[in-house]
Nanobody, 129 residues
């Protein structure tokens, strides 16, 4: 059974940094893609970033390019999202998701939430101005 557990969410001031973690179990980590998504109140869930463990390729939403960095530690089966220069618009519940690269990578972008099959419970990030 695929299990994903997010942690690291907190309340920070604008301009600050946070590192989110997604601890995984129950699947062949090296064969999967892991993505980060977020959902703000009243808005649809949107893709933030993802990493294909198969070839180490990474993808970012335009809104976070240059500020967020995704990485993985295969030994710990954990994917991180380093978030710098946080803005109030980054406030959301952040979720990690997992699926096969060939499933999520068929469209122009792999950051389409509906293509991802397994999800964590989310962690709250609040950025105050």
């Amino acid at each position: 059974e695929v299990q994903l557990v997010e942690s690291g969410g907190a309340q920070v001031q604008a301009g600050g940094s946070l590192r989110l973690s997604c601890a995984t179990s129950g699947f062949a980590f090296a064969d999967y893609a892991i993505g980060w998504f977020r959902q703000a109140p009243g808005k649809e869930r949107e893709g933030v970033s993802c990493l294909f463990n198969t070839d180490r390729s990474t993808y970012y939403a335009d809104s976070v390019k240059g500020r967020f960095t995704i990485s993985s530690d295969r030994a710990k089966r954990t994917v991180y999202l380093q978030m710098n220069s946080l803005e109030p618009d980054d406030t959301a519940v952040y979720y990690c998701a997992a699926d096969f690269p060939w499933v999520v990578g068929v469209a122009d972008t792999p950051l389409l939430p509906f293509r991802w099959g397994s999800w964590g419970q989310g962690t709250q990030v609040t950025v105050s101005s």
